[in-house]
Nanobody
Framework: QVQLVESGGGLVQPGGSLRLSCEGS????????VGWFRQAPGKERDFVGH????????KYADSVQGRCTISRDNAKNMVYLQLNSLKPEDTGVYYC????????????????WGQGTQVTVSS
């Protein structure tokens, strides 16, 4: 089981940027696909983007396409989510999660989750 810790959330003004980090434990972290999801109050957990184990393939939700970049540094057991041109609708708790083999857009496919980091976009 991979343990994950997200960080980097906070209060950001509309139009701003942030970079979230996801630190994984264990020497096998680099072999897992990582997904990012977010959950706004009273709503379901939504897919934001994912990255494959090697970092060579990424996919993003339509809502963040063009504003979001996910990257990873397996030597440091880290995955990053950069989100630009932030909007109030980007507000929510952001989670990273891992699964073996291929990344998917379905939260139910991921077995390990971090505790989440709150992102609030407001003026």
């Amino acid at each position: 089981q991979v343990q994950l810790v997200e960080s980097g959330g906070g209060l950001v003004q509309p139009g701003g940027s942030l970079r979230l980090s996801c630190e994984g434990s264990g020497r096998t972290f680099g072999s897992f696909a990582v997904g990012w999801f977010r959950q706004a109050p009273g709503k379901e957990r939504d897919f934001v983007g994912h990255i494959n184990w090697s970092g060579t393939d990424t996919k993003y939700a339509d809502s963040v396409q063009g504003r979001c970049t996910i990257s990873r540094d397996n030597a440091k057991n880290m995955v990053y989510l950069q989100l630009n041109s932030l909007k109030p609708e980007d507000t929510g708790v952001y989670y990273c999660a891992t699964r073996p083999l291929w990344p998917t857009m379905n939260a139910a496919d991921y077995g390990s989750w971090g505790q989440g980091t709150q992102v609030t976009v407001s003026s």
